[in-house]
C-alpha cells in the first residue's frame, strides 16, 4: 500500500504564505516525481508545479515567481506558496509518479487533498 498524505492548508489573506508538505510513506521501489496539482470549485483539476527527482522543478506559468516546490528527501515534497491570490484558492493535491516493484510499470499516485482558501 502507498499513501501520500499532505498537510499545511488553511485560509490566508490575498498577499499571505503557506506551505503545504506531502510525504510517501509505503511499499515504494522507486520514485520518479513528486508534485502537485489543484482544483477549483467547478474547474477541473490542474497541474501546478513538479519536482523530478535528479530533475529540474517546473510551473505553471500563473505561479512562476510566488510558488516554490522542493524535496528534502526522496519522499517528501513541499509547495511554499507566497503573494497568494483569491483565484489560488483551491484543494490542493500531491501526487507521486511511483513503481511499487521493478518490475512494474510506473504509475500515479494520489494524496487526498488539502484546502487552500484565500480571502479577506
Given at each position: 500500500q502507498v499513501q501520500l498524505v499532505e498537510s499545511g492548508g488553511g485560509l490566508v489573506q490575498p498577499g499571505g504564505s503557506l506551505r503545504l508538505s506531502c510525504a510517501a510513506s509505503g511499499s515504494i521501489d522507486r520514485i520518479y516525481t513528486m508534485g502537485w496539482y489543484r482544483q477549483a470549485p467547478g474547474k477541473q483539476r490542474e497541474w501546478v508545479a513538479t519536482f523530478p527527482t535528479g530533475g529540474n522543478p517546473n510551473y505553471v506559468d500563473s505561479v512562476k515567481g510566488r510558488f516554490t516546490i522542493s524535496r528534502d528527501n526522496p519522499n517528501r515534497v513541499y509547495?511554499?506558496?507566497?503573494s497568494l491570490k483569491p483565484e489560488d484558492t483551491a484543494v490542493y493535491y500531491c501526487q507521486s509518479v511511483l513503481r511499487v516493484l521493478a518490475n512494474l510499470?510506473?504509475?500515479?499516485?494520489w494524496g487526498q487533498g488539502t484546502q487552500v482558501t484565500v480571502s479577506s
Open positions: 509547495l511554499q506558496m507566497n510499470a510506473p504509475q500515479p499516485y
